[in-house]
């Protein structure tokens, strides 16, 4: 779809234009395409887009038409400024990718034929619930990361057949994006592991089933091995660290099972009075990489790397930039509003870098995207989406 007919002004407005409206929705963190109208008359938009705001309702159709493969290929662009500029680097030698599913939204009312359903009883009754679930990938660097594509989960699907398509698409398109890929305690699955190994990259995933002979046969070995302790901040770490494990019986090689309970000093006010209080947890993970390929502390340091997209991803996205919810109800639509929310998400924070420290300094994120919204407002920008 190249353009779409303004039927009222009786010309044609690019699907460009449609894509970088939907932008500016997300960098402006409006709640919905009604919020957006409100702007329709800024003479900055219009700059921006070279033809007139279309209205919300037509951004709405529009979107359930837009190619998605256009709108992974300007990430995938997006993903090539950020490696040649150093922006994404690798963490302690290792380019690090993390997988992980997210459910979008859920409702009793409004489906569409790609909807999940589930049964859930609701005062006693039976009702059917709608939903959408994503798997999303996000390649994480030092002190950036990049929200790189997802795979919606089809009526029947699981997660791990969706995250398998998304992986397979990813190492197709962005062979040399990353080396280990980390996930949770749903992504321990042979078929996974098998995919990555054909493509030479590694796993490091929650190894968290009790049920599992693997992880029977990791706590009996555990016992014997040799525990390293090491600090890092408050916390301290004792880790065992097991190789050439083969109880796993659908997948062909050995692997690996590191633990690490870890204990953390937290300090709490009881009253007026402050008292520290020691919280343990337990960590275990199964991963392909060898000893000699990455340390037990860098297993351990990589395999909490995976919170990073809970925490500056879905968090995120959920709670400052209005992501739990359906701009439209349509499969369609509901791809390529995330896809172009992760476009959005990336300019933000490259923009975020640009800033002088003693400028940024004292601001939280939510001050800047209010200052974008109000250049809007004022028609004052100056940047350009193009
Ligand atoms: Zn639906």
């Given at each position: 779809m190249d353009?779409?007919?303004?039927?009222?002004?009786?010309?044609?407005?690019?699907a460009a234009a449609f894509t970088k409206a939907i932008l500016i929705l997300f960098l402006c963190r409006l709640p919905s395409l009604n919020a957006l109208d409100q702007y329709r008359s800024r003479r900055s938009l219009r700059r921006l887009l070279k033809h007139p705001m279309p209205s919300g309702d037509q951004i709405a159709?529009?979107?359930?038409?837009?190619?998605?493969?256009?709108?992974?290929?300007?990430?995938?662009?997006?993903?090539?400024?950020?490696?040649?500029n150093k922006v994404l680097t690798a963490v302690r030698g290792h380019r690090l990718a993390v997988v992980d599913g997210h459910e979008i939204n859920c409702s009793y009312k409004r489906c569409c034929d790609e909807c999940q359903q589930r049964r859930i009883m609701v005062n006693g009754e039976e009702r059917i619930q709608y939903y959408h679930r994503a798997v999303i990938f996000q390649l994480v660097g030092e002190n950036f990361r990049l929200l790189l594509d997802l795979e919606m989960l089809q009526p029947h699907d699981d997660e791990g057949t969706a995250a398998l398509r998304l992986i397979q698409r990813v190492l197709d398109c962005y062979p040399r994006s990353f080396d280990i890929l980390l996930g949770d305690g749903l992504y321990p699955q042979a078929r996974l592991f098998k995919l990555l190994r054909r493509h030479h990259k590694h796993a490091i995933v929650v190894?968290?089933?009790?049920?599992?002979?693997?992880?029977?046969?990791?706590?009996?070995?555990?016992?014997?091995?040799?525990?390293?302790?090491?600090?890092e901040g408050r916390t301290v770490y004792q880790c065992r660290d097991v190789?050439?494990?083969?109880?796993?019986?659908?997948?062909?090689?050995?692997?690996?099972?590191?633990?690490?309970?870890e204990t953390t000093i937290v300090r709490e006010y009881?009253?007026?009075?402050?008292?520290?209080?020691?919280v343990t947890s337990e960590w275990i993970w199964v991963t392909?990489?060898?000893?000699?390929?990455?340390?037990?502390?860098?297993?351990?340091?990589?395999?909490?790397?995976?919170?990073?997209?809970?925490?500056?991803?879905?968090?995120e996205l959920?709670?400052?930039?209005?992501?739990?919810?359906?701009?439209?109800?349509?499969?369609?639509?509901i791809i390529a509003f995330w896809l172009i929310l992760f476009m959005a998400h990336a300019i933000f924070?490259?923009?975020?870098?640009?800033?002088?420290?003693?400028?940024?300094?004292?601001?939280?994120?939510?001050?800047?995207?209010?200052?974008?919204?109000?250049?809007?407002?004022?028609?004052r920008w100056a940047f350009s989406t193009a």
């Open positions: 353009a779409v007919k303004d039927h009222r002004k009786k010309r044609h407005i690019p159709n529009v979107s359930e038409v837009l190619n998605l493969a256009d709108l992974r290929g300007i990430l995938g662009h997006i993903y090539g400024r950020a490696g040649r190894l968290k089933d009790d049920r599992r002979d693997l992880l029977k046969d990791a706590r009996g070995l555990f016992r014997d091995c040799r525990q390293i302790t090491y600090r190789e050439d494990l083969q109880s796993w019986d659908s997948y062909p090689e050995k692997v690996r099972v590191v633990q690490s309970i009881d009253g007026h009075k402050k008292r520290q209080r020691k392909t990489l060898s000893s000699n390929e990455v340390s037990t502390k860098n297993i351990v340091h990589f395999g909490h790397e995976r919170w990073r997209i809970e925490n500056e991803g879905f968090n959920c709670n400052q930039w209005h992501a739990d919810h359906y701009f439209h109800h349509d499969p369609t639509s924070h490259c923009l975020m870098r640009n800033l002088k420290p003693a400028i940024r300094a004292g601001h939280t994120l939510l001050y800047w995207a209010q200052q974008i919204l109000g250049d809007l407002v004022s028609d």
